[in-house]
């Protein structure tokens, strides 16, 4: 096979899993750098395939699975609440018909256990050397990462929704990016995807959210355009507020917050770090000539509550809830702002790479950071 640099589609990658082929799918991000991962069908695993992501990708071989599935299996996240980081739970092993859990038999025997349809909790002991990383309800319309979009790819094949992936590492053992993709797609004769792809893909056939409110309300600035949305799924609402006519190829002023009580009602924030509070995002959204402000609500409990009380007090907290953050509603703030209209971004945050935005139609022009 002959790449030249060209991407699969997503009705071929599609295709190709359904067979049991091995992918590479870039995952590509805002600041048009990509790293890669390999990725198969978790119900066709074999030992070999086990042994490809181990000697030839080098990454650590984890197994993509829905949380609900996660939560059947009981298999708990290793870091509880809404992370930055992979949403790893713990690892696993069979129970029964494993030596010593390394081998690409007893690891592959492992996986095939974990997406049988008539495997239960007992099956499966902690810990073990297969390690499930828990995809986010949604898929990549949520959240544009690894598990996320190999378990997308399996359910997309008509598939369990749950497959094996590791990322590509380069020869010196860092993360494999650009022509060392290509170089390792070429040698292993691997089909190549894009996240991105498979994001507008599935925007053209579904979304997790819809709209079921609009109008035109007075805020403590003036005038903004309201819109309301629902999250399909679970019901939770979320709020657009639009200034001026949008258009996709002007840029737009956009701030998509995350809500949090102690920033958002009392205004403050840790030393060492700057923020968009709520009020001050709010202000300049309606001063400016083209913008758009989401307010993703996210319950916080009274853990996650009493955890960033400890982070603003100084004080160690060992609650796990503490390590919450926005990356799991990058997803739905793009599928707000796609529906809107908007293309281009002035975006009011911190300089960070964001998965697949061009697969919703965004592209980040530069960051605003926060003046006081």
């Known amino acids: 096979m002959t790449h030249d640099k060209v991407y ?21 991000n805002s600041d048009g750098d990509a790293t890669g991962m390999v990725t198969l069908a978790a119900e066709l695993c074999e030992p070999e395939h086990i042994t490809f992501m181990a000697r030839q990708a080098r990454g650590l071989v984890c197994l993509g699975l829905t949380r609900e599935r996660c939560d059947y299996l009981h298999l708990p996240l290793m870091v509880e609440g809404e992370i930055e980081a992979q949403p790893f739970t713990l690892s696993i092993e069979a129970t029964e018909g494993i030596d010593t859990g390394i081998s690409a ?24 050397h297969i390690f499930p990383v828990a ?3 949604g898929g990549i319309l949520t959240r544009a990462d690894k598990s996320e979009a190999a378990t997308d790819l399996a359910k997309l094949a008509g598939m369990l929704p749950a497959a094996v992936f590791t990322e590509v590492l380069d020869s010196d053992g ?37 709209s079921i409110r ?3 309300i007075e805020s403590a600035y003036g005038p903004l355009e309201l819109h309301i949305y629902r999250e399909i799924a679970k019901g939770t609402l979320h709020i657009a507020l639009v200034k001026g006519d949008l258009d996709a190829q002007l840029p737009t002023l956009v701030r998509v917050h995350v809500t949090s009580t102690l920033r958002d009602l009392v205004g403050t924030t840790l030393s060492n770090q700057t923020s968009w509070r709520f009020d001050h995002s709010l202000k300049c959204v309606s001063e400016a000539e083209r913008a758009v402000l989401v307010l993703i609500t996210r319950p916080e409990t009274a853990d996650e509550l009493l955890s960033g009380i ?10 796990a809830a503490g390590a919450t953050g926005s990356y799991a509603s990058i997803g739905l703030g793009a599928q707000i702002l796609n529906d809107l209209g908007v293309g281009k971004i002035h975006l009011m945050g911190a300089p960070l790479k964001y998965n697949a935005l061009a697969g919703f139609g965004l592209e980040v022009c530069d960051f605003v950071a926060p003046t006081n």
């Open 174 to 210: 860092n993360v494999a990016r650009g022509q060392a993709l290509w170089d390792f797609a070429q040698r292993h004769d691997l089909p190549v995807g894009r996240v991105s792809d498979l994001v507008t893909y599935r925007l053209a056939n579904e979304r997790t959210i819809e």
């Open 310 to 319: 400890d982070r603003l007090l100084g004080l160690e907290s060992s609650d």
């Open 8 to 28: 699969a589609s997503p009705e071929a990658l599609i295709s190709h899993m359904r067979f049991g082929r091995i992918l590479l799918v870039f995952i590509d």
């Open 214 to 216: 609009q109008g035109v």
């Open 105 to 128: 038999v007893d690891r592959a025997k492992t996986v095939r256990v974990a997406v049988a349809a008539d495997s239960k909790p007992s099956d499966l002991v902690q810990p073990g």
């Open 135 to 137: 995809a986010a309800d």
